[in-house]
């Protein structure tokens, strides 16, 4: 595994520090915030190389852009109507999938699809004004 860089330092540091999901867009936009010039690209480079080295999480939920986690063991709730993505500590399943397979598993990446609370309100607040 090669060192970090200065730039992939800078971009873990803002995912360490974040509670949310953050898009290479959104992780570009902090680094702007905080006086830090680097182009879109190298920040798309640097998460690829990150990922690839298992320093961060990259969390795909189709019809959204990837989403950059923490490698801290958890899964995560998915809103099937906005895709909010939320954390949550269900227990470790890896000795039970492994029972389930010959095959070494190296790790799992849990997504439980749900409709959040604001959506929820969102759907009850149309049913009750269509009557």
Not at 3 to 26: F, G, M, R, W
Not at 105 to 117: E, K
């Given at each position: 595994?090669?060192?970090?860089?200065?730039?992939?330092?800078?971009?873990?540091?803002?995912?360490?520090?974040?509670?949310?999901?953050?898009?290479?867009?959104?992780?570009?936009?902090?680094?702007?915030?905080?006086?830090?010039?680097?182009?879109?690209?190298?920040?798309?480079?640097?998460?690829?190389?990150?990922?690839?080295?298992g320093n961060v999480?990259?969390?795909?939920?189709?019809?959204?852009?990837?989403?950059?986690?923490?490698?801290?063991?958890?899964?995560?709730?998915?809103?099937?109507?906005?895709?909010?993505l939320s954390d949550?500590?269900?227990?470790?399943?890896t000795e039970l999938?492994?029972?389930?397979?010959?095959?070494?598993?190296?790790?799992?990446?849990?997504?439980?699809?749900?409709?959040?609370?604001?959506?929820?309100?969102?759907?009850?607040?149309?049913?009750?004004?269509?009557?």
């Amino acid at each position: 595994m090669r060192p970090v860089t200065k730039n992939a330092q800078l971009i873990l540091d803002i995912i360490a520090h974040s509670s949310e999901h953050l898009t290479a867009e959104q992780i570009h936009m902090a680094l702007r915030e905080n006086g830090y010039r680097m182009a879109l690209a190298t920040v798309y480079n640097n998460l690829a190389q990150l990922y690839s080295e298992g320093n961060v999480r990259k969390v795909c939920v189709g019809g959204y852009p990837d989403r950059y986690d923490k490698t801290t063991r958890h899964d995560h709730l998915v809103c099937r109507v906005c895709g909010k993505l939320s954390d949550v500590h269900f227990k470790d399943l890896t000795e039970l999938l492994q029972s389930q397979t010959d095959e070494e598993l190296l790790s799992y990446d849990l997504q439980v699809s749900y409709i959040c609370p604001a959506c929820r309100r969102t759907a009850q607040s149309a049913d009750t004004t269509d009557l």
